[in-house]
């Protein structure tokens, strides 16, 4: 077994890797790879044809790890994603039928197509680690990463998420329409094949594991952690805001500020990695005023606004 | 928009110079600048935003009907424009001590005193507009020195000084400024000629015919002024006497004829002695033998007096100056609206100088004719006396009265000596004057009124308007003499145009004259009696004010500031803060909300590769310093002292820009 | 005839005057001006007070803040980002970033955003009659109307907002907030720069186009929700109709496995029971639909009560879009309209921007509206009217559509005068009166 790689190597392999594939979204890859050194799973929001998919493949196949891809539907059915018991004639028993949720990489594609019941199916086991069927319960994969993505809701024929499960996911970010010089690049790499089919793994599970417990180690000072729960707690007061961020939303950025300042080579966190983590990690747990939001507020702006209304710990 | 400190102070205090109303203006100041000294601000509600408006209106009336009892109108009116600053004071003290700073608007204007809350601008500073006042009141003033036009520009630029854009250099400013005062002091100059240019062609345009009327200042008159005059029925004096009164007081007289005018050359006035008492002026050193009591009229505060011959004191007169000319004219100035004052009679009084070439010039165009008139009858310049004689029997004889006409002849005298023999007095007196001249006795052309009718109601002679009269002054034995020839009988003719109302008008303007009178009396003989009333007043309407009002008043108190107790953070000595201070000088300072690292990238650019990358190290050094619980190692501490030492000598080139 | 006329020229002259002086002229040009007038009037006579000493002062002041004050040509790149909604009566912020082009510097510059021109044309002002509400004065000189008019075009009042120091190159962010005060659409036309004189009182203008647009949807209250007593009607199409994929997952009963069954949906409990392969049955879709109806015939002169019948519309498209039913919209514009949101049709929003935009109509008869509802009655659970008056045309609606066996819920947007209590509980309404909406749709909420 090779002598284990120090965290910020890890962390540089893989974004390499996945660069190979998905040009000119580094912020987007920092925080997809901060999701996963924290332990926590990421919801991505983008139109069709950005690019959400490649980047779930492409991270999945930089680890070596088990992807499973499951596209939501309005018919879903909550058995089609955590498994079904299936009578086995010859056995005369039942036998449970792991669904896709059984894996190390999860792609939920368009989650906000399927109905209520199927979606907190879904979040239930994320939220648990483990599936309870017919009485049977299964423990899920340690590295369990789910990245779901949805289109905005201005479409037609989507069952938004409710705001008290969107808690569940540690960030929430778009990766966003490239700019064009960059999009040229991308033609000319997919002119003759997807560059993702040549991606190999660079990075083993253990290495991504280790990952996270680094990240956990990582320190930092009463200031900063003040710092935090400041810009938590301003959510709970802001103009337009009906219910504000709990205190996960304070782990969720604590976690997010440390693989960030593991992802610098920092053994401490500094600011800056707390502001660059600030929108993705509470913007989504904010529910806003229905009057506010036909205004135009989003939670984005609400978190922005917060961030350059305190003073930063210097 | 609140006015810098002592702008308003500065305001008054110009205004207290050039009105004089020092006793004032001082506390003004005091309270006005003093409130900002002092902390203590009182909580005003609308309501009592209210009420300082309603005072301010009551003391402006108040100061309104102080001001029209001690003066006469036009005085009061520019006055009481004088006087606003007193009146709008305390809305803003009570803008100035209140808490916010700023008046409700429903103090100024009562529309929207009802719950207007569609209204934008709720509440406004009125230092800028009571400055404003300040100035112009200080301009009602009237002083005609350069000082206002410097006390203004120097005030008026203080004020700008605070709306100077500050991107735009200082120097532009004051260019303009001054620019803007040297182009004002030109104007006003153009101005006030322009005015005066302006008013004499008015009064071309609307007199270019010649009724001026009789008007020492203008020193002339025309033919036919008088008898515009005395179209009007309206009583003009009332003479007092014992016995008989007597029969002309003249009002002026003049010396030159040309065009159908008279005029008063070199008239040369000067102030008229005062007398012994208060009030009382001496016209000529005679003793006095009995007196008469005039009651005149003058709107304007000033006028002619009108005084018989022998005139030669006159008291009761509390008139600022009197001034007399060589022509016998009085005019007094600075004098009451209403008022009657004795004259002292002195036979052998004499006020009017000597007679000199002019008294005894005749025009050239009437020259011919008059000299054969005066041979027909024989006048001789040696026997005046006689010869006035003749004079008058030949007027009395051959000519008669008619109400006066305009006239179109282009020579109306010749046409009234020879053809018409009719006319109204001035062509009486003005044919007489010629008439004694050619024969070589000086005459002058004198102008005022006859005193004919008695009236019972008033007890007293009446002067009216229809009396007004002309006659001659000739030079009898040394002496001026009185010598009037227009036929007796014009009062009658006269009287017949006399409307069937006048009784009526007559009871009106006695009683008019009744309340003029005590209102002047009043004021000159208890000195401003009337005035320690007002003033109780509103003395009286200021402490129910305050003692109604001081119940509302309350001491705002300012809300005493929460601070959750913070853990005291570590590294808050880096030397680093050093670094930022400096790079605050320079315009490149962190913005309160910028993480360090942030913001070193962003001024990156600006600060130059070669003093970035050091700074990046001690930035990274800084950080574990203040952020890593862990804290920092000797070595690194050090490494951070001496770096930040180093890179802030080195950063000597930065420049300071005022950001 | 003529009179009107004048007194438009004159209330464009005024408003053009007024605009002058406002956007020309700093508070601190204005407050000189007012003094320069101040000493005309009190330095008339130059005999009598020294106050036209300060008139040619203050007047040389300002003509030369003018004469130095005539070219300004900056170059600045204005980029906003504006939200796409916005609410009347609510603020929204947004920021605008700019950049300097040019190669001088700009300092001390004020930001201005210019909306549309909202200033009524000579045909609008001669077809409003007058007003009730105005006094004799507003009534004499027209004043009244045209600002009836202008706050009804009018959405945003301009804004102006003082710009950081901007070095060629540099750029800055600047946060504004607007309130609009009516619903529509705001149509952000220009931007101006405005750069005061050295001395502070007369601004030199530059402006640039920007247009931008934001749909401003009308105010809403919290609304009642409000339990239409319906059945579920039969919506042929089931889920698919809402979600375009798929089969609906009603489950309704199990019968045998035909061949061609899909697996998925092969119950295996009953297999393991029976020994038999058993499917599950979805049934078709029923659910609830309902019906919004705005009533857009309105009497000239009662737009007010229009607009407040668009803002009861709207709190109801949001409560009851809360609740799992479609909701159609329903009014007559230019002709019978029909717009369905909930249930994956889309959100509130497609109903409000809709109702942002709504229209009196004028030209159409108030029968079309019934045969527009009338149609639908078959997939209709039930019916709330927001009605504008209660006359007879109204009232055949409303009992039309009751004998159809359509639950209907009538709000009457009314002065209690033109609506008794009485014929409301007769009829069965409910009314709202303009002006205390919120307190009505409360009262709503306790009938029910």
Not at chain 2, 610 to 624: I, Q
Request: net charge positive.
């Amino acid at each position: 077994m090779t002598a284990p790689r120090a965290p910020q190597q890890t962390f540089l392999e893989i974004a390499k890797n996945i660069e190979k594939v998905m040009r000119g979204q580094s912020a987007a890859i920092r925080k997809l790879l901060a999701a996963l050194a924290g332990g926590g799973h990421v919801l991505l929001e983008d139109f069709p044809g950005t690019g959400k998919t490649t980047l779930a493949k492409a991270l999945a196949k930089s680890i070596g790890a088990k992807f499973n891809r499951v596209q939501f539907t309005p018919d879903l059915l909550p058995s089609d994603i955590l498994g079904v018991s299936i009578f086995d004639q010859k056995a005369q028993a039942f036998r449970f039928h792991e669904g896709p949720v059984f894996t190390n990489i999860l792609l939920a594609d368009e989650v906000n197509r399927a109905s209520p019941r199927t979606q907190s199916a879904l979040l239930e086991a994320m939220g648990e680690g483990q599936v309870s069927v017919d009485g049977t319960t299964s423990r899920l994969a340690e590295l369990f990463f789910v990245i779901s993505t949805q289109n905005p809701v201005e479409f037609h024929g989507t069952y938004p998420l409710p705001e008290a499960q969107m808690d569940r996911f540690m960030l929430q970010f778009s990766p966003g329409y490239v700019a064009p010089e960059i999009e040229v690049d991308i033609l000319s790499d997919q002119q003759t094949k997807h560059p993702i089919d040549g991606l190999a793994a660079c990075v083993s599970l253990d290495d991504v594991l280790a990952l996270r417990r680094n990240c956990r180690e990582v320190r930092l000072s009463p200031e900063l952690k003040r710092y935090i729960i400041d810009i938590v707690g301003a959510t709970r007061g802001a103009k337009g805001v009906k219910l504000g961020a709990s205190p996960r939303a304070s782990l969720s950025l604590m976690k997010a500020a440390q693989a960030a300042a593991l992802l610098d080579g920092r053994d401490f966190v500094a600011p800056e990695h707390v502001q660059e983590m600030a929108v993705a990690a509470v913007a989504h747990r904010l529910s806003l005023d229905p009057q506010a939001r036909f205004s135009g507020l989003t939670g984005q702006a609400v978190v922005e606004r917060i961030v350059k209304s305190l003073k930063s710990p210097a | 928009m609140s006015a810098p400190p002592f702008l308003l102070g500065a305001a008054l205090l110009f205004w207290a110079q050039q009105t004089g109303l020092w006793l004032a203006a001082v506390p003004m100041a005091a309270v006005i600048e003093g409130s900002r000294l002092m902390s203590r601000r009182w909580e005003f509600s609308r309501e009592d935003f209210n009420r300082v408006g309603d005072l301010c209106t009551v003391l402006f009336a108040a100061l309104v009907v102080y001001l029209y009892l001690t003066r006469e109108m036009l005085r009061a009116l520019t006055a009481v424009l004088a006087w606003i600053p007193l009146s709008t004071f305390p809305l803003i003290a009570a803008q100035n001590l209140s808490s916010q700073g700023r008046l409700g608007l429903g103090a100024l204007f009562w529309s929207l005193r009802r719950g207007a809350s569609g209204l934008v601008l709720q509440s406004i500073d009125i230092s800028y507009p009571y400055f404003t006042l300040c100035i112009l009141s200080a301009g009602a003033a009237n002083v005609r020195t350069p000082v206002f036009y410097a006390g203004m520009f120097v005030l008026c630029a203080w004020g700008l000084w605070r709306f100077r854009p500050v991107a735009r250099p200082a120097w532009a400013w004051a260019t303009l400024v001054l620019a803007a005062g040297v182009l004002g002091y030109a104007g006003q100059a153009g101005l006030m000629t322009l005015q005066v240019s302006l008013e004499k062609a008015a009064m071309n345009a609307v007199f270019g015919g010649g009724e001026v009327p009789m008007d020492p200042y203008q020193t002339r008159t025309a033919i036919g002024s008088i008898g515009a005059i005395q179209q009007s029925g309206d009583i003009a004096l009332r003479v007092r006497a014992e016995g008989k009164p007597p029969g002309l007081l003249r009002t002026a007289s003049y010396n030159h004829y040309a065009n159908a005018q008279w005029f008063a050359r070199e008239p040369g006035f000067r102030p008229a002695a005062p007398g012994t008492q208060a009030a009382s002026w001496v016209l000529s050193a005679s003793a006095p033998s009995r007196s008469v009591v005039v009651t005149a009229s003058w709107p304007k505060g000033e006028g002619l007096l009108a005084l018989p011959l022998d005139a030669a004191r006159v008291d009761g007169l509390p008139a600022g100056a009197l001034a007399l000319n060589r022509l016998g004219a009085v005019k007094a100035s600075d004098a009451p609206g209403a008022l009657a004052y004795r004259v002292e009679l002195s036979p052998g009084a004499v006020r009017d100088a000597p007679p000199d070439a002019f008294d005894l010039e005749v025009p050239k165009q009437e020259a011919a004719a008059l000299r054969s008139l005066a041979a027909e009858l024989k006048l001789d310049g040696s026997k005046t006396g006689p010869s006035v004689a003749a004079v008058e029997r030949f007027f009395a004889e051959n000519f008669r009265y008619t109400i006066y006409q305009r006239e179109k002849s282009p020579e109306p005298l010749g046409d009234f000596l020879l053809k018409s023999r009719a006319g109204h007095c001035e062509y009486f007196a003005t044919a007489t004057v010629l008439l004694l001249r050619s024969a070589g006795i000086p005459a002058r052309y004198a102008g005022g009124y006859s005193v004919q009718e008695y009236s019972r109601l008033e007890k007293a002679f009446v002067v009216r308007q229809r009396h007004a009269h002309a006659w001659t002054l000739a030079w009898v034995d040394g002496a001026w003499r009185d010598v009037d020839t227009t036929p007796l009988s014009w009062p009658e003719i006269e009287q017949g145009r006399a409307s069937r109302l006048e009784p009526l008008s007559d009871m009106v303007s006695m009683l008019r004259l009744r309340v003029s009178l005590w209102r002047w009396r009043a004021a000159a003989s208890t000195g401003r009696g009337r005035g320690p009333l007002a003033w109780l007043l509103l003395l009286a309407l200021a402490g129910w004010f305050f003692w109604k009002a001081s119940a509302l008043f309350k001491a705002s108190r300012s809300a005493p500031g929460e601070f959750a107790a913070l853990p005291a953070p570590s590294g808050v000595d880096s030397e680093f803060y050093l670094i930022e201070e400096r790079l605050e000088k320079s315009g490149l300072g962190r913005r309160p909300w910028e993480a360090p690292a942030a913001w070193v990238e962003r001024i990156a650019s600006d600060l130059g590769a070669s003093r970035t990358e050091p700074l990046r190290l001690l930035l990274s050094l800084h950080y574990r310093y203040r952020f890593d619980p862990e804290g920092i190692s000797g070595e690194e501490r050090k490494a951070l002292r001496t770096g930040s030492r180093d890179w802030l000598s080195a950063a000597g080139g930065l420049e300071c820009r005022k950001s | 005839m003529t009179l009107d006329r004048l007194r438009h020229v004159q209330m464009m002259a005024y408003s053009c005057v007024r605009y002058w002086l406002g956007r020309r002229w700093t508070p601190a040009g204005r407050l000189v001006i007012g003094a320069l007038a101040g000493s005309a009037v009190l330095g008339f006579d130059t005999a009598q007070s020294m106050a036209f000493q300060s008139f040619t002062f203050l007047l040389s002041l300002l003509l030369l803040a003018f004469l130095s004050n005539l070219k300004f040509r900056p170059k600045l790149a204005v980029a906003r980002g504006l939200p796409r909604l916005a609410t009347a009566g609510e603020p929204f912020p947004y920021s605008a970033s700019l950049v300097n082009l040019g190669s001088e510097p700009l300092r001390g510059l004020s930001f201005i955003e210019e909306v549309e021109d909202p200033r009524p044309s000579y045909e609008q002002y001669r077809a409003l009659k007058e007003l009730p509400g105005d006094n004799w004065l507003e009534r004499v000189t027209g004043y009244g109307r045209w600002l009836a008019l202008v706050a009804r075009k009018r959405i945003v009042a301009e804004l102006e907002k003082s710009l950081p120091d901007l070095l060629p190159g540099q750029g800055c962010e600047l946060s504004i907030e607007l309130v609009p005060s009516r619903r529509g659409m705001l149509r952000l036309r220009s931007v101006s720069l405005a750069r005061p004189d050295a001395m502070g009182l007369f601004n030199a203008i530059s402006r640039q186009e920007a247009a931008q647009d934001v749909v401003v949807l009308p105010k809403r209250y919290p609304a009642p929700r409000l339990e239409l007593s319906g059945n579920r009607r039969y919506q042929p199409g089931g889920v698919s109709l809402s979600s375009r994929v798929g089969d609906s997952q009603e489950f309704m009963a199990l019968r045998d496995y035909r061949p061609g069954d899909p697996l998925r949906r092969i119950h295996w409990k009953s297999w393991a029971k029976t020994g038999k392969p058993v499917v599950k049955e979805y049934e078709d879709e029923y659910f609830v639909r309902h019906a919004l109806v705005l009533d857009t015939f309105a009497a000239p002169g009662a737009e007010g009560v229009f607009e407040e019948a668009v803002s009861v519309a709207a709190s109801f498209a949001c409560s009851l879009l809360t609740q799992e039913s479609l909701l159609d919209l329903l009014f007559v514009g230019d002709k019978a309209y029909c717009f369905t949101a909930g249930r994956g049709q889309g959100g509130p929003e497609t109903l409000l921007e809709v109702l942002a935009c709504a229209e009196i109509c004028s030209d159409k008869p108030f029968s079309e509206l019934g045969a527009s509802v009338a149609s639908r009655r078959e997939s209709l659970s039930g019916c709330l009217c927001v009605l504008l008056a209660f006359d007879d045309q109204r009232r055949e609606l409303v009992r039309r559509l009751r004998s159809l066996g359509v639950p209907v819920v009538a709000a009457v947007v009314s002065d209690p005068l033109l609506l008794s209590d009485e014929t409301c509980a007769a009829e069965g309404l409910h009314r709202l009166e303009p002006g205390r909406i919120a307190e009505g749709l409360a009262g709503m909420a306790r009938a029910r």
